[in-house]
């Protein structure tokens, strides 16, 4: 099994942060709501540009049409009442144009800037007449300018029907215009950063309760608290009530577990006792014997799965976290103490700043139990190595103990780990040292397995979830 499938997500891809989407949304929202309403606000700007320059053309507009409706005036006199120097200019822009339309007298009139030139008709173009009787839009110019054009139709009766025109040049609506959509866009680009950078405080204030949870979290998962403390906005207190409640509730279900394991493990025992002892009083039976010899096979079994379900228990709980090189210490001196009449030297490598996720106990068992089976088919030494190693940045623990004892051939490493399968009946023990060891490291999601050691003999290589960053070896 793979110390990679660990019980945290760090070996996953990290989701995008509730800060992240919180100040993504707003701000996508921001530019959104700002980009809208500097269309409106051109839009409406340009709208009152137009009507503003309308209103300075319907002005020139009533009084062509008030001169051509005082067809007495001398012909020299017509039309002079503009006051505006742009209509004498040529081609400046600024035209106006009588044109008759019956046919019954000369056809044009026009001012002086025009030239030679003639002013397109919007009725042409399909331009509807206005409630004010009159036609507007943009026309293009004799120099190719965009002209803004009002034009009405008049009718006089017996003396004619006129088509009076006036146009200015439409730049002016277009120049102010931009010049309000750059002072616009550079007081919103401001406002977007003064908004972006509230955001950003409002996101990061408003959330630091829930950091403040999610670093407690982490401090009780890794063993440096036990519930979450101190003060909490109202929003945010339910959670930290009911968290806590909920670890509550998982020690005591895991405190009844360990209860009824401890009473099953009483309540086997006394009638395995009774039977040995009632076997035992039958030496020379052979059926007494295979009783005796079940009895032992029962009692290895009951020890290993009450083993088993002990440390699942345990494991429900939120994870407690162990010194690695003052367990190994101690339990080499305590290996090299059972093991002194054989002279075992027992050398350890422990990183300093490795740590287990799980209780001491069970780190003493699995290493204890390799630790063990190597002193008893080595030679005269054992050599422990531990250390944190990072794997996807997260820490997990390798422990890898060799011996220079006579190994095992390739095909015999895996029968090993069977449980009660023992190689040679020689050495001591129940066989069940090995399996106890793959079946501990499988509960935590770790792994074990068995290589060719350096040293000539046997390498078991025991990796489970650490809680350190990678450190320096401590010799």
Do not use: C
Not at 101 to 126: A, C, H, I, M, V
Not at 364 to 374: K, P, R, S, T
Not at 403 to 409: A, E, I, T
Request: charged share 25%; proline share 5%.
């Amino acid at each position: 099994m793979d110390t990679r499938q660990t019980p945290t997500e760090a070996t996953k891809p990290r989701a995008t942060s509730l800060a992240t989407r919180l100040f993504v949304s707003a701000t996508v929202w921001v530019v959104v709501i700002l980009l809208l309403t500097g269309i409106v606000l051109s839009s409406v700007y340009r709208q009152a540009s137009e009507r503003a320059f309308d209103r300075r053309l319907n002005l020139y507009l009533r009084t062509l049409v008030a001169d051509v409706a005082t067809p007495d005036e001398p012909l020299d006199r017509q039309f002079q009442s503009l006051g505006e120097p742009l209509f004498e200019l040529p081609l400046s822009g600024w035209y106006w144009q009588v044109t008759r339309t019956d046919g019954d007298k000369p056809e044009l009139r026009s001012s002086r800037s025009l030239w030679d030139k003639k002013l397109p008709k919007l009725e042409d173009r399909g331009v509807e007449l206005t409630a004010a009787g009159i036609r507007i839009g943009y026309v293009d110019g004799p120099e190719g300018q965009t002209l803004r054009m009002v034009e009405r139709p008049v009718d006089l009766g017996a003396d004619g029907k006129f088509l009076v025109m006036v146009a200015g040049d439409a730049s002016e609506i277009f120049e102010e215009t931009r010049a309000f959509d750059y002072y616009l866009g550079g007081t919103f680009a401001a406002l977007s950063i003064v908004l972006v950078l509230t955001t950003i405080f409002q996101v990061r204030f408003g959330l630091a309760p829930l950091k403040r949870i999610s670093d407690s979290i982490a401090d009780i998962r890794s063993g440096r608290a036990e519930r979450l403390e101190g003060e909490f906005p109202v929003e945010i207190a339910p959670l930290a009530r009911e968290t806590n409640a909920l670890i509550d509730a998982n020690r005591e279900i895991v405190e009844r577990a360990r209860t009824h394991v401890g009473n099953l493990a009483h309540a086997i025992k006394t009638p395995l006792s009774v039977m040995v002892n009632e076997a035992s009083a039958r030496a020379g039976d052979p059926f007494a014997a295979k009783v005796l010899e079940q009895t032992d096979v029962m009692r290895d079994q009951v020890a290993h799965h009450l083993e088993r379900a002990r440390i699942a228990a345990r494991l429900t709980v939120i994870a407690t976290v162990t010194e690695v090189a003052p367990a190994i210490e101690a339990l080499r001196r305590t290996m090299e103490k059972i093991h002194r009449d054989r002279g075992i030297t027992i050398e350890v490598e422990a990183d300093a700043a490795a740590k287990f996720r799980g209780e001491r106990q069970d780190l003493e068992e699995m290493v204890g139990n390799l630790v063990d089976n190597a002193s008893k088919w080595a030679h005269g030494r054992v050599a422990i190595r531990a250390e944190a190693v990072a794997k996807d940045d997260y820490p997990h623990l390798v422990v890898a103990i060799e011996d220079d004892g006579p190994g095992l051939p390739p095909e015999a490493r895996q029968a090993v780990l069977g449980r009660g399968r023992r190689l040679d009946e020689s050495k001591p023990g129940s066989g069940l040292g090995l399996s106890i060891v793959a079946d501990l490291a499988a509960l935590y999601r770790g792994h074990f397995t068995l290589e060719q050691a350096a040293l000539g003999g046997l390498r078991a290589v025991l990796e489970v979830p650490g809680d350190a960053p990678v450190g320096a070896t401590a010799h």
